[in-house]
Nanobody, 127 residues
Framework: QLQLVESGGGLVQPVGSLRLSCVAS????????VGWFRQVPGKEREGVSCLSSSDGGTLYADSVKDRFTISRDKGKNTLYLQIDSLKPEDTAVYYC????????????????????WGQGTQVTVSS
């Protein structure tokens, strides 16, 4: 059974940092395009950062560029999102996902043929 499980969300003050984790089971993350998405009530889910399986290339939404860093640990089969300089507008539920490929130059990033989503982890940025 394909499964992604996120963790690491929470309440953090502005300009703080968080690291989100996404542990995969039933699939090897290296074989898939992977990414982090976020959603707030009333808005569409948007891709904040994606990582290609073919060349390891990364894409970031303009709103998070230079603050978010996506990475993957092969040994732990885990995807990470390091979030720095948090802003209140980063408040959202964050999801990881795996799929077939990353659409080139897509911002927010888009993953095609999505196979599996995680259940989400809440990030709240507030003083």
């Amino acid at each position: 059974q394909l499964q992604l499980v996120e963790s690491g969300g929470g309440l953090v003050q502005p300009v703080g940092s968080l690291r989100l984790s996404c542990v995969a089971s039933g699939l090897t993350l290296d074989d898939y395009a992977v990414g982090w998405f976020r959603q707030v009530p009333g808005k569409e889910r948007e891709g904040v950062s994606c990582l290609s399986s073919s060349d390891g290339g990364t894409l970031y939404a303009d709103s998070v560029k230079d603050r978010f860093t996506i990475s993957r640990d092969k040994g732990k089969n885990t995807l990470y999102l390091q979030i720095d300089s948090l802003k209140p507008e980063d408040t959202a539920v964050y999801y990881c996902a795996a799929g077939g490929g990353v659409v080139p130059n897509s911002r927010p990033c888009i993953i095609t043929s999505l196979y599996v989503w995680g259940q989400g982890t809440q990030v709240t940025v507030s003083s």
